[in-house]
Each structure stands twice: as C-alpha cells, then as structure tokens.
C-alpha cells in the first residue's frame, strides 16, 4: 500500500514513516523548501506549504491513503484575529482542500490526526470517551473540531474514508515544548513546587501513537470512525514527574506547596488558566480503539519514557 504522510519531517511523522516502511508499506513525504534528511526508501512530494490553494495532485497521485499530521499549533500570546486566520487556513480550509483532493484521486481513507482537547482542557467527570460531546476551548483544538466536522461531511458525500484520531499529550524523542522543559527541569535538579497536585492525566508515547496510526490506515473496521488512543497508563502530574526522574536516573525534588497557593501566585501572572490545565484531570478512554480494532500499545509508558530519556541524553551531550 502506497501512503502519503503530511508533517512526515516532524516529531511524530518521522516516527510514524520509519514504522510504514519497516511494515512494507511505500510512503510518500510531502514536503516544503529544500530536501530534508528522510530515510532513504521516502519517496517525495514537493507541496508548497498547507492552505486552501495548495497543488496536491502530484501528491495524492496512486495513494491509497493519506495520514494527514501538518498543522499549525496556535502560538501562546498571539490569540487576534490575524493568528486565528493563519491557523484556521492550515488546520481547516487546508485539510478539506487535501481531503477533496484525496477524494478526486480516488484515495481510499484519510488518516486525521486531531487531538484530546477537542473535549476541553480538563475533565469535568470521569475520563471522556468518544460520546463526550465536544467543548473545545482555545483556537488549535477549535480549528481540529472544525476540520473534523468538514471531513466527516465529505466522507458522506464521497468514496473517501475518513478516520479520527484523538491523542492528549505525545512525549517520546524529539518532543518539544512543555515535555522538553521537562525533562530539563527534573535533569537540572531544580525543586519542583507540584508534589501536593491529585489528578489523572493521560499521555501517549510517540511509537504507541504511530502504531494506531499504522493501524488504521490499514483496517477495514477502522473506516469513518473516531478513537481516542492513549498509553493506558495515567498518572498524576507529580508521578509523571517521579517517572520521568527515574528514566534520567535523577532525583525527582518535587516540593508539596499548597496548591490555593500556587493557583493564587499563577493567576497573579496571567497564568491562571495554564495552572488549572496542569493542576486538573485531563484522562481519555481509549478503550473503543482496543475493542474495536484490536490495537495494543505496543510500549509501556516506562519504555518510552526510557527511549525518550536516551534520547535526551544524546542531545544534552
């Protein structure tokens, strides 16, 4: 089976790319600007960016499938009206504009990496499943409930099969963002001021991830259906901390400062809302994906905190 991966050259599309050629698929990268380091077997497609207008024939030419990864995440502090264009040209008109294109070329399914969050930034009950209706908050996970509501209508009026996936957070080599300040915090020894928080979060490790993806491009059951995927495994913010220690071989120096207090000097910074993000539930029930396609996570949250420890460690020097 031949697949087109966008985002191929990003965190989860370099994962996701090795493990297709490893299972003998053929896969095409879309990519932009000069030729990037792929693994040799990558054919490639030259796109001009994601957008509304971009030139996707050539792409999408003898694809069996598209898994669909490239967006633009909503960049903290830059919330106007100019930002929220920008991101809904990537994330909506230009997911419907490659799934049209996917559809003329007589493309089988469509592979949509969403997120969590188009639930809402924490849970109000228990974990969500798939039937928790959909409350997304801030402009990215807006722009994915958008462009999954496009999708669906265009699976309903074509021969193109859309799949959903819905991941919370993805840690694993060459993440970015909050999970490497991380991993530079716990590895620096610095005191960390959450060992008071109680929640539940869910995380999912970035070949677990590529793994579901791998599986729904494939599955006949998988067609026109939404999961949510995710390790299995839980875990408080502080034992995430404790285990992302133990995978760097570090103590884990987290401090129980009272939590009102941390939420009130958090709030006094602007900061209010990031804090009961980080403080509160935010845990998915990736049952439907087990039952209904069969799927495991194939690693354990310990291994791919270990993986993404060496990993850290071979960019730390």
């Not at 729904?216 to 034992?239: I, K, Y």
């Amino acid at each position: 089976m031949r697949v087109l991966v966008t985002g191929a050259t990003g965190f989860i599309g370099r994962t996701l790319c090795a493990l297709l050629l490893g299972r003998g698929f053929e896969v095409r990268a879309a990519v932009r600007g000069s030729t990037p380091a792929m693994a040799e077997g990558i054919a490639l497609a030259r796109i001009d960016g994601i957008g509304p207008a971009t030139a996707w024939s050539a792409a999408v030419s003898g694809v069996e499938a598209v898994v669909h990864l490239a967006g633009r995440a909503h960049v903290l502090g830059k919330a106007g009206a100019d930002e929220a264009a920008r991101v809904r040209a990537v994330n909506v008109a230009g997911t419907v504009h490659l799934a049209r294109a996917a559809a003329r070329a007589g493309v089988r399914r469509l592979v949509f990496l969403s997120t969590a969050k188009v639930h809402g930034e924490r849970n109000a009950g228990g974990p969500w499943t798939e039937q928790d209706p959909p409350a997304p908050e801030e402009l990215y996970a807006r722009s994915k409930w958008e462009a999954e509501l496009a999708l669906d209508v265009l699976a309903r009026t074509s021969d193109l099969e859309v799949t959903v996936l819905r991941p919370p957070l993805v840690y694993g080599p060459h993440a970015r963002a909050n999970f490497l300040r991380l991993l530079r915090t716990v590895d620096r020894g610095l005191p960390i001021p959450l060992g008071a928080i109680s929640n539940r979060r869910s995380l999912v490790y970035v070949g677990n991830l590529a793994d579901a993806i791998a599986t729904c491009v494939a599955h006949p059951a998988a067609a026109d259906r939404t999961f949510l995927v995710a390790d299995g495994e839980d875990v408080s913010t502080p034992e995430l901390v404790r285990r992302v220690a133990a995978a760097l071989g570090r103590p884990a120096r987290l401090v129980s400062a009272p939590v009102w207090m941390l939420r009130l000097g958090a709030t006094l910074l602007g900061r209010g809302a990031d804090f009961d993000r980080l403080a509160g539930d935010l845990a998915v029930d990736a049952g439907a994906i087990r039952r209904e396609l069969g799927w495991q996570p194939p690693y354990t949250m310990r291994a791919g905190l270990e993986e993404t420890a060496r990993w850290y460690r071979g960019l730390t020097g």
